[in-house]
């Protein structure tokens, strides 16, 4: 894993360098350093044992590395994105590249400070991110490899519309759990998979491994254009040895992501201005009995109980530019209604009213906000 990160990291300085007075060369930022919150978990071994190999490209900086006290405790992946605060230990530097990984290391988001509060990479950003690179490298080469992507009814739509509308690749959904879209993803040469929490991965058919193997460049006397191209290429066959095809590699994907923001020079700014985040509420509804929620279409629509799905039919004629999505929690006895809308005060005001009308009419105790 350390071996292919550095050659790929190798590979894009020498093509950089190459390209340094080119007046199509992008101006480089680079990615020097990265603190990783290891949630007090079994990824502090693995980040610990990391970080002096990948060193002569990347400081890791490992944080939260005591696995003697509770997992996941004011720390964590999930810490970060449910109550949008900085782990402890960790010093908000505005500066500064952060990552979270949670307690058994299998998911991973990104993020830094901003007004003290982080401003989160999550999974759909790195979706974006590695589509962004998949489509380039298909263009580029000609490549002849389907590549699509699999998302969940919570993926933010702002996501989605960029991958489909701005790198015209297609996206599908799946079922909430990663067994379900990595099933999906699978369908396709190149299949990139992410939950908004981070689980997620890059999968690679045979037929791609042996297209990108196979595939030999031709000078067509454009010299920006071949190096970039054999750039992309040899990048392309160590990425294939880079990713780990299983789900549940948060330190693999850590790294994975770093070339990617490294080969576009660009830091967690940039990274942030590539696609529009739409405004997203979630609430955490407790019901008496969950099994009435049944929701179709990979979870995107509610079509039971009846006077719940009318409502929510009646807020989509009105608010036309809402994302509103029902469905019952896989593990406990609750109902997740998760809301996206341009204007904050309609989604604000949206989010409450189906979360009152459920508490209201089907025994729930409380509400509270959650993932």
């Excluded at 960790?90 to 990552?99: E, F, S």
């Excluded at 991958?163 to 040469?189: C, E, S, W």
């Amino acid at each position: 894993m350390a071996a292919s990160f550095l050659s790929i990291m190798h590979l894009q300085k020498t093509c950089r360098d190459n390209r340094a007075s080119n007046a199509n060369a992008r101006t480089y930022t680079p990615v020097p350093k990265i603190t990783v919150d290891c949630a007090n978990g079994i990824g502090a071994f693995s980040i610990k044992t990391l970080a002096p190999l990948v060193r002569p490209a990347l400081l890791l900086v490992p944080a939260n590395c005591n696995t003697d006290t509770c997992l996941n405790n004011h720390c964590g992946a999930d810490y970060v994105v449910t109550e949008r605060k900085f782990p402890a230990a960790l010093t908000p530097d505005p500066c500064a590249l952060y990552a979270s990984l949670d307690g058994d290391a299998d998911r991973l988001v990104f993020y830094t400070a901003h007004q003290h509060r982080p401003q989160i990479h999550d999974g759909d950003a790195m979706a974006v991110l590695f589509a962004t690179f998949f489509a380039d490298a298909a263009r580029t080469l000609s490549l002849k490899s389907r590549i699509g992507v699999v998302q969940t009814a919570y993926s933010n739509k702002g996501s989605t519309h960029y991958i489909r509308n701005r790198l015209h690749l297609p996206v599908d959904f799946a079922k909430t759990g990663v067994k379900h879209l990595h099933a999906q993803a699978k369908m396709y040469d190149v299949g990139i998979y992410f939950e908004y929490n981070g689980h997620g991965t890059v999968l690679f058919s045979d037929d791609f491994r042996a297209e990108i193997g196979g595939l030999r460049l031709h000078d067509d006397g454009d010299a920006y254009y071949d190096d970039r191209a054999r750039c992309i290429l040899n990048i392309l066959r160590l990425y294939a040895q880079l990713m780990n095809q299983c789900v549940g590699d948060a330190v693999c994907l850590l790294l994975a992501v770093v070339c990617m923001l490294d080969f576009y020079g660009m830091h967690s700014n940039a990274w942030s201005s590539m696609w529009h985040r739409a405004p997203c509420r979630h609430e955490n509804v407790h019901v008496n009995q969950k099994a009435l929620f049944r929701a179709s279409d990979n979870e995107r629509d509610l079509v039971l109980p009846l006077d719940v799905a009318a409502l929510i039919c009646r807020l989509r004629n009105v608010h036309a530019d809402a994302k509103i999505v029902v469905r019952a929690s896989g593990t406990e006895n609750k109902v997740r209604v998760y809301v996206e809308c341009d204007d904050e005060a309609v989604l604000e005001r949206i989010t409450a009213e189906i979360a009152l009308f459920i508490q209201s009419r089907y025994g729930a105790a409380q509400v509270g906000g959650g993932v």
